[in-house]
């Protein structure tokens, strides 16, 4: 099993900033890929920051430009640095590590169990 713990989350005004982390622990053998998606109220969830073992990234063009995905391979650890944060980002945001189980070698994801962003205006 893999075990995905978030922080960060919190009640910020609009303009502020906010820095997520997620660490990640149990049976991995490599991760391929970290990221964060986010679930407003009445919204699907979507796809908001990725970052590939390699250091590739990948941002919803919604945030382009305010927020920063980094990761510490050594560590299991994905970050999301959010800046001139906005209303419209409030929203439940979820950690996702996609990897190769230690156990069988099979590609498998992980979900965080969500922690909230909330923007007031």
């Known amino acids: 099993q893999v075990q995905l713990v978030e922080s960060g989350g919190g009640l910020v005004q609009a303009g502020g900033s906010l820095r997520l982390s997620c660490v990640a622990s149990g049976s991995i053998f490599s991760i391929n890929a970290m990221g964060w998606y986010r679930q407003g109220p009445g919204n699907q969830r979507e796809l908001v920051a990725r970052?590939?073992?390699?250091?590739?990234?990948n941002y919803a063009d919604s945030v382009k430009g305010r927020f920063t995905i980094s990761r510490e391979n050594a560590k299991n650890t994905v970050y999301l640095q959010m800046n001139s944060l906005k209303p419209e980002d409030t929203a439940v945001y979820y950690c996702?590590?996609?990897?190769?189980?230690?156990?069988?070698?099979?590609?498998?994801?992980?979900w965080g169990q969500g922690t909230q962003v909330a923007v007031s205006s």
């Open positions: 996702n590590v996609n990897f190769f189980d230690s156990i069988d070698y099979r590609l498998r994801d992980s």
């Open positions: 970052i590939t073992s390699g250091g590739s990234t």
